[in-house]
């Protein structure tokens, strides 16, 4: 089958940046005396947004200016970690360029939200392959991901039907939202060995040259 478009999610599939974003929320989880098992931070903060992580770390209700507080706080700590190493994962800009050749369309659908985005298009120069409005993001008004918003919104962007376009994830959460929305086909992303992905049955990557090319022809 041929495929029109394809939609990315970020952290951990564009960048593989899944080890400064757990360094990241220990360092915030150490400073708020809040402790985690692994089983609990893969449940409660893995492929989630802040909005829905803050409130299920946190033992009390969480006004919505605290949330937004407590967000930032958390993605200044994983910038300053970041910045002096943020790469694109290996062979993506590649894909980007062939993609561009072969007028396939292409978004981001990521759980960040507007103050991480900011940061990747400014440190990342991010505008040279995609627009603002291809980067679907959290901004408040879509369901974190297993539920699928996040993708179908990615998909109206683009003007196609999530059956006509292939996604790009590497968390369980993100799997499941792809699946729910319909995606034509699912890549997974494995950029930390996470051998459990393998459950779900999709097409696994360690580097985006080992996409086929064929789908989009």
Not at 5 to 18: E, P
Not at 48 to 69: C, H, Q, T, W, Y
């Amino acid at each position: 089958m041929v495929f029109k478009g394809v939609v990315f999610d970020f952290n951990g599939t564009l960048i593989w940046d899944t080890p400064y974003h757990n360094r990241a929320f220990d360092i915030f989880l150490e400073k708020h005396n809040i402790h985690l098992t692994d089983e609990e931070k893969t449940f409660k903060i893995h492929g989630k947004i802040n909005p829905d992580i803050m409130r299920g770390i946190f033992d009390r209700e969480l006004s919505n200016e605290e949330v937004k507080a407590y967000s930032i706080e958390k993605e200044s700590i994983y910038q300053d970690l970041i910045r002096d190493d943020l790469y694109f994962a290996p062979g993506a800009e590649t894909l980007f360029n062939e993609l561009k050749s072969r007028k396939a369309p292409f978004a981001i659908a990521t759980s960040s939200d507007v103050f991480n985005v900011d940061f990747y298009f400014r440190e990342m120069n991010l505008g040279r392959w995609f627009s603002r409005e291809n980067v679907v993001y959290n901004d408040g008004t879509l369901k974190g991901k297993p539920e699928p918003d996040i993708f179908l919104r990615a998909a109206v962007r683009l003007q196609l039907s999530p059956a006509e376009i292939v996604i790009f994830e590497d968390s369980k959460a993100g799997i499941q939202a792809a699946e729910n929305a319909g995606a034509g086909k699912i890549y997974v992303v494995d950029s930390i060995g996470d051998t459990d992905l393998k459950a779900f049955g999709h097409e696994m990557i360690t580097d985006f040259s080992q996409v086929d090319l064929s789908l989009f022809q």
